[in-house]
DNA sequence: GTCTATAAAGCGATAGAC
DNA sequence: GTCTATCGCTTTATAGAC
């Protein structure tokens, strides 16, 4: 059965890709309205404090699928090392191979991370935190495993500046083999 | 003698720090007539062509900078570890130590980039290039040192956009560390 | 060269019909 | 729940006095 009362769940993928490609001083309203197909009306029906809700929203559903397929399985591989290769698949799937760029760090840069700073700093908090768990699992001593996912976090988010800035998602899936290879302890033993 | 007339060069630093701060949809005429002390009429004077002048003059004179200050001492450096080093110096100073974002970067992310194209592409072109060469030079084969470009480059922009996000500017202070341990070419041998 | 005043358009947000 | 009409404000940009 086709449901066609709107829920917010249902425009929050198309809220997302927009606040991605402007921005979110530059997504206007009228532009969400042309992307979610929604009018104004039926948008502050839903999100009854506009723009700003509408950004929550979103950032509340990236660190939902962030929790769900990046941070539980990083947390709970039985082999730390599937781990930390399932997350990469899983970002270089959530970044469409470099062709889409980070929500958060898009939001990080400007004053829009006055705005939602605690969901900001937790999203990279959270995923620093639990990849350097994971690492350290997997073997690398405590000073090495935070250092590499930060290196690694950081990694993502430059490769996707410079993959959109040349306009060639190549940088981004080549610096993810990279980046992967940096998480074998293996490497340069 | 004090000059009173305003000319471009004078409000360009101005000009830098709004656009960083706000990004260009962000940085509106009132916003920067503050910044900058000078109304819209002055303003128009000097960029006719408004916002959009503005923010080409602006990534023009960072274009210069870096000419000046990391490409020009990387590529003429007698000694390209040097020249390496310098560079590394340059960006902390240039950023100031992770307490500054990357102007290019903040108009990669969202559809500024389309707006200045060619500016944001060869300024991240410019870069690995240059930084490859260097290295390829200090010891480097061919692949590696194109490959460690590119992962300098993008680790200082993704560390800048950490720094941001965390509030923390020892996240991009100690990336550096790290990053200019990785174009010591004897580091593994 | 700098300012104020103003224009025209777009903005986020609200009200109310259906 | 969705829409249209509208409000009040801010935006970029221009005109013209000084």
Same mark, same amino acid.
């Given at each position: 059965?086709?449901?066609?009362?709107?829920?917010?769940?249902?425009?929050?993928?198309?809220?997302?890709?927009?606040?991605?490609?402007?921005?979110?001083?530059?997504? *206007?309203? @009228?532009?969400?309205?042309?992307?979610?197909?929604?009018?104004?009306?039926?948008?502050?029906?839903?999100?009854?404090?506009?723009?700003?809700?509408?950004?929550?929203?979103? =950032?509340?559903?990236?660190?939902?699928?962030?929790?769900?397929?990046?941070?539980?399985? =990083? #947390?709970? *591989?039985?082999?730390?090392? &599937?781990?930390?290769?399932?997350?990469?698949? &899983?970002?270089?799937? !959530? !970044?469409?191979?470099?062709?889409?760029?980070?929500?958060?760090?898009?939001?990080?840069?400007?004053?829009? #991370?006055?705005? !939602?700073? *605690?969901?900001?700093? @937790?999203?990279?908090?959270?995923?620093? #935190?639990?990849?350097?768990?994971? =690492?350290?699992? *997997?073997? !690398?001593?405590?000073?090495?495993?935070?250092?590499? &996912?930060? /290196?690694?976090?950081?990694?993502?988010?430059?490769?996707?500046?410079?993959?959109?800035?040349?306009?060639?998602?190549?940088?981004?899936?080549?610096?993810?083999?990279? =980046?992967?290879?940096?998480?074998?302890? @293996?490497?340069? /033993?």
């Amino acid at each position: 059965m086709v449901r066609k009362i709107a829920e917010r769940g249902d425009v929050i993928p198309a809220l997302a890709e927009t606040f991605r490609e402007h921005g979110f001083a530059g997504a *206007s309203l @009228s532009e969400i309205t042309k992307r979610t197909g929604l009018g104004k009306g039926s948008l502050y029906h839903l999100f009854p404090n506009g723009k700003e809700e509408m950004a929550k929203a979103v =950032l509340d559903d990236v660190a939902g699928w962030f929790e769900a397929n990046v941070f539980m399985p =990083l #947390r709970e *591989s039985e082999d730390p090392a &599937a781990g930390i290769d399932h997350m990469f698949k &899983a970002v270089v799937r !959530f !970044f469409h191979a470099g062709r889409r760029v980070c929500l958060v760090g898009t939001f990080a840069l400007d004053d829009t #991370r006055d705005r !939602f700073a *605690s969901e900001v700093q @937790s999203y990279f908090a959270a995923w620093t #935190r639990v990849l350097a768990a994971a =690492l350290k699992r *997997s073997g !690398f001593d405590t000073r090495t495993a935070r250092e590499t &996912a930060e /290196d690694v976090v950081a990694g993502i988010q430059g490769a996707l500046v410079l993959a959109r800035a040349q306009d060639d998602p190549g940088v981004f899936t080549r610096a993810m083999k990279r =980046l992967q290879q940096r998480t074998r302890v @293996s490497h340069y /033993d």
